[in-house]
């Protein structure tokens, strides 16, 4: 069973827009991950935030953890064609010691020049 | 170029077949994980190694066998493959719980 629900499923932009995903998952965790899959390659990790932390910055990527929710948001800002990617989030678990990730199914977004 | 590398990077096998799926990683990372990734559904977990030698299962394991035995190998077998076993299968590795993977650019698997 997946733990992350990720919204929308897939969102497409224009350049120069903001582009914001957000993250569903069931469990407490131990921290919760991003990760961009360009089309037909490998997952390149892009954040991690931890259980105890709201909000992470990272060059054009924000990202905000609500526990009591269980929800996480991704903004990208600025947003360029090469952003073109599915992003995921993935989720450890609190009760987990070997890191095991639990992805979401992704949101597919396609960003036009 | 470091980082994680999977051979093959295709197949097409017929029900039945065998195979063997490589992962190599010369980044000294203790821990790998081998998921498949099928449309729609995200990646699951099939098995996971927290050492050299030591091997468990996830969420997914049935029909699949691993192995452990260079610290830097970690190879995913299908003893007798079946259609739902077509898929994607990434490899990735950490040096640490609770910290980002590393993925491989993942094989490409048919089974006809």
């Known amino acids: 069973s997946q733990q992350g629900e990720e919204d929308p499923q897939a969102l497409s932009i224009q350049e120069g827009e903001n582009a914001t995903m957000n993250c569903s998952y069931k469990?407490?965790?131990?921290?919760l991950q991003w990760y961009r899959q360009n089309s037909g390659r490998g997952l390149v990790h892009l954040i991690l935030?931890?259980?105890?932390?709201r909000e992470k910055h990272s060059g054009r990527l924000r990202v905000t953890l609500d526990t009591s929710k269980k929800s996480s948001s991704l903004l990208i800002t600025a947003s360029r064609a090469a952003d073109t990617a599915s992003y995921f989030c993935a989720t450890v678990g609190t009760t987990d010691s070997w890191g095991k990730l639990q992805f979401g199914a992704g949101t597919q977004v396609v960003v036009t020049p | 170029n470091a980082g994680v590398t999977q051979t093959p990077k295709f197949r097409v096998l017929k029900t039945g077949q065998s195979m063997t799926l490589l992962c190599a990683q010369d980044m000294n990372h203790e821990y790998m994980y081998w998921y498949r990734q099928d449309p729609g559904m995200g990646l699951r977990l099939i098995h996971y190694?927290?050492?050299?030698?030591?091997?468990a299962k996830g969420e997914v394991p049935d029909g699949y066998n691993v192995s452990r035995l260079k610290k830097q190998n970690f190879l995913l077998g299908l003893e007798s493959a079946a259609p739902s076993q077509t898929s994607v299968y990434f490899c990735?590795?950490?040096?640490?719980?609770?910290?980002?993977?590393?993925f491989g650019s993942g094989t490409r698997l048919t089974v006809v």
């Open positions: 935030i931890r259980s105890n932390e």
């Open positions: 990735a590795s950490t040096s640490v719980p609770n910290y980002g993977y590393t």
């Open positions: 190694s927290v050492g050299e030698g030591t091997t």
């Open positions: 469990t407490s965790i131990n921290n």
